[in-house]
């Protein structure tokens, strides 16, 4: 099990930035970001493995930046151009297992940071 907690979250305008940091008490083979919004999945957003191989999910390509700060476990999401659809509580995750956006192959999560995008 590795510890996982998020911070960063919050009320922005649509187009706005905002940065999400998850502290691990560990790196692991994968970290990643997932989102879930009210009534619906949780889903992959963005995952980071021990290589350096980042993955995004389409609909934030080219929006979104996850990277990790080697000094000290923390995992980030910096998230430009944000949209209403963005909104969602947003987790942090850690797998030991593989790298992919199945949510059962994740045993860690965080308790979760809330972002919320006006229009």
């Known amino acids: 099990q590795v510890q996982l907690v998020e911070s960063g979250g919050g009320s922005v305008q649509a187009g706005g930035s905002l940065r999400l940091s998850c502290a691990a008490s560990?790196?692991?083979?994968?970290m990643a970001w997932f989102r879930q919004a009210p009534g619906g999945e949780r889903e992959g957003v963005a995952r980071?493995?021990?290589?350096?191989?980042?993955k995004y999910a389409d609909s934030v390509k080219g929006r979104f930046t996850i990277a990790k700060d080697n000094a000290r476990p923390t995992l980030h999401l910096q998230m430009d151009s944000l949209k209403p659809e963005d909104s969602a509580m947003y987790y942090c995750?850690?797998?030991?297992?593989?790298?992919?956006?199945?949510?059962?192959?994740?045993?860690?999560w965080g308790q979760g940071t809330q972002v919320t995008v006006s229009s």
């Open positions: 995750a850690a797998s030991g297992l593989r790298c992919t956006w199945y949510v059962g192959d994740y045993r860690s």
């Open positions: 560990r790196w692991i083979l994968c």
């Open positions: 980071l493995d021990i290589n350096g191989v980042t």
